[in-house]
């Protein structure tokens, strides 16, 4: 995907009906925690210490969603950033529930996989000054 059919498609997004910024992230979390709780329940790996740390996840993407909600209107901020914020949840998502219907041995066309597969990839380890930073940090606490 290029940068600029990335921007076209965040311009493009027309979220603010019906608040779909904030539905459509959550409901999407949802299943995620359900297709994960599904799969850890029948492959004997249900523990309460994953679970919680997965719901962890779940409130601080809240947190955020609800956070670019708040500084788009009270800001009065373009549209673009909640959206932005919100594509990007969304991404993490559907990729999530994939790997989990994966796991599940549901059937997913390999071009959806290598699809997901390399977008995460480019998303993950792009040039990011935060990346960095939490390198060094992490480096700092393994020699610890």
Not at 58 to 63: D, I, M, Q, S, T
Not at 80 to 105: A, H, P, Q, R, T
Request: glycine share 6%; proline share 3%; net charge negative.
């Amino acid at each position: 995907m290029e940068t600029n059919d990335i921007v076209t498609l965040i311009h493009n997004a027309n979220f603010r009906d019906g608040n779909w910024a904030i539905i459509m992230p959550s409901v999407l979390m949802v299943v995620d925690f359900l297709t994960g709780l599904f799969n850890a329940w029948a492959t004997g790996h249900l523990k309460s210490f994953k679970m919680r740390e997965g719901l962890n996840h779940k409130v601080g993407e809240l947190a955020i969603l609800f956070m670019g909600e708040l500084f788009t209107y009270g800001l009065q901020l373009p549209s673009i950033f909640i959206n932005c914020v919100s594509l990007y949840i969304i991404f993490m998502e559907v990729v999530s529930i994939f790997e989990n219907l994966d796991k599940m041995g549901v059937p997913i066309p390999k071009f959806v996989k290598k699809a997901l597969r390399n977008a995460s990839y480019k998303l993950e380890n792009e040039d990011n000054p935060l990346k960095d930073s939490d390198k060094s940090t992490e480096r700092k606490e393994d020699a610890e």
